[in-house]
């Protein structure tokens, strides 16, 4: 199946291939619209987490405690991941998808779960109705991988991926301690020396009838933590209280960060990990990468115990290890929050 940066390219395409319509298809009530940010997404300045007075780190921690129960969302500023790395970042991905097919096909293994995969839609094997999106997906850790061209892809994302890295614990243990645990407690209890880092490159070319299709359907991450910067404002929509918002930066020096499965269910439920979507627009390419922050591949992840009370939130998991429930979820169709429920529910 060929790739939909090469459709959008063809001169004559005013209208999408059917197998692209998602909303004829699902969600119709749902519909493209979005409520704008209004509704005020929080914010979070990164420094404040090691701030020398007391009232003040403890007042960003609250903040941050607050963002991940009420939004599962927030958006990080004076993250300290220098503007021009993220520009660099952005860039050799997309002359990654600037290459032709068959140069690219090079890093397009079968298997879900390789550590390097080019690929479009979501799981096209599956998929009912496609995407319009190409992906590269790439392991960063605890192994490291790149693709082999374009040059000096390796050099940046080496660089990309340790700084972020940094950024994810750091921002974890304020949410330890924001569950009223050690500052360490979600790193030692998650290996996160050896965490399971991924980095999911998203193009979405200029779609005829973007009305139509759907870049990345509605989903939450696998993982505790998703980091994701873009080369343009909007076509992210979170979903707040049952309406999608529309997310927009003030500053193209944001990084949007969201809690994902894993850590909702560490902490029992009271951190809610998004449901979130992109959409497309006719005009211009979007890239956004996305870096799934999760517990060393071989974690079996359960609630903290310190954290279950009065079983609010279910105690019966698949059992699998981060790394097999990351295979199941990649071998199925995506679909809303499916990954948290019981294996046998969850197919
Ligand atoms: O492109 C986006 O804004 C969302 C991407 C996303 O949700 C993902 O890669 O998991
Ligand atoms: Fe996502």
Redesign the pocket.
């Known amino acids: 199946m060929g790739c939909v940066k090469d459709l959008a390219e063809l001169n004559d395409l005013t209208s999408i291939p059917t197998k692209y319509t998602y909303f004829n298809t699902f969600d119709q009530e749902d519909g493209i619209d979005a409520v704008a940010a209004e509704e005020k997404i929080p914010i979070i300045d990164f420094p404040l987490l090691n701030s020398a007075i007391p009232d003040q780190r403890a007042k960003v921690i609250q903040d941050l405690g607050k963002a991940c129960q009420d939004w599962g969302f927030f958006m990080l500023v004076n993250h300290g991941v220098p503007e021009s790395l993220m520009e660099r970042m952005l860039a050799i991905c997309q002359e990654f998808f600037n290459q032709p097919e068959d140069v690219k096909l090079q890093s397009a293994e079968e298997h879900v779960l390789a550590p390097l995969r080019y690929g479009t839609s979501f799981n096209p094997s599956v998929d009912k109705v496609f995407f319009w999106?190409d992906?590269l997906r790439i392991w960063m850790h605890p192994q490291f991988y790149s693709p082999p061209t374009p040059a000096g892809f390796s050099e940046i994302a080496m660089e990309y991926s340790q700084r972020t890295r940094q950024v994810a614990r750091e921002l974890l243990r304020g949410i330890s301690q924001s569950l009223g645990l050690e500052e360490c407690y979600i790193d030692k209890a998650m290996e996160m020396d050896s965490c399971f880092q991924i980095l999911?490159a998203?193009l979405?070319p200029p779609c005829p009838q973007p009305e139509l299709a759907m870049?990345?359907p509605p989903?939450s991450?696998t993982g505790l933590l998703?980091l994701?910067i873009?080369n343009q404002n909007g076509?992210?929509?979170v979903n707040h209280n049952g309406k999608w918002v529309n997310?927009h930066v003030s500053s193209p020096n944001t990084i949007?960060v969201?809690v994902a499965d894993h850590l909702e269910r560490l902490s029992n439920g009271k951190y809610k990990s998004v449901l979130?979507?992109?959409i497309v627009n006719n005009k211009t390419t979007?890239?956004?990468?996305?870096e799934?922050h999760g517990p060393c591949p071989d974690k079996i992840v359960t609630p903290v115990a310190e954290l279950v009370e009065n079983e609010t939130y279910p105690a019966v998991y698949p059992g699998m290890t981060y790394k097999e429930e990351m295979y199941s979820r990649l071998s199925n169709q995506i679909a809303g929050k499916s990954h948290l429920e019981p294996l046998h529910e969850s197919t």
């Open positions: 999106r992906f999911v998203n979405y870049g990345f989903h991450d998703t994701l873009q076509g992210l929509q997310v949007l969201n979130h979507r992109a979007r890239i956004s990468l996305a799934t």
